[in-house]
């Protein structure tokens, strides 16, 4: 069964940083685009980055550019998010998801990946 599992989330000020990180259970990870996506109270969920199967080619939303970053680490079958310079604004619900790629490049477009995590918060607060 194909399962992203998400860890990494929590509390930070302002300014600090986490990394996430979704392993991939019952599935090798680097045969699949993964995806990361939030989702914040009363807003839509909102694609964040991912990270592409055939050359690791990674993409990003304008609101995290330049200080969000994905990467793969194929020996552990995990996607990392690591995230710096957080602002209030980052807070949500954080989660993961793998699509069998339909074509080279990965998309931010939710309703293309099959397989989701359950999410980790991750909340910015002084």
């Known amino acids: 069964q194909v399962q992203p599992v998400e860890s990494g989330g929590g509390l930070v000020q302002p300014g600090g940083s986490l990394r996430l990180s979704c392993a991939a259970s019952g599935f090798t990870l680097n045969y699949y685009h993964i995806g990361w996506f939030r989702q914040a109270p009363g807003k839509e969920r909102e694609g964040v980055s991912c990270i592409s199967s055939s050359d690791g080619r990674a993409y990003y939303a304008d609101s995290v550019k330049g200080r969000f970053t994905i990467s793969r680490d194929n020996t552990k079958n995990t996607v990392y998010l690591q995230m710096n310079s957080l602002k209030p604004e980052d807070t949500a619900v954080y989660y993961c998801?793998?699509?069998?790629?339909?074509?080279?490049?990965?998309?931010?477009?939710?309703?293309?990946?099959?397989?989701w995590g359950q999410g980790t918060q991750v909340t910015v607060s002084s």
């Open positions: 998801a793998a699509v069998v790629p339909p074509r080279v490049v990965c998309d931010l477009i939710g309703f293309l990946y099959d397989y």
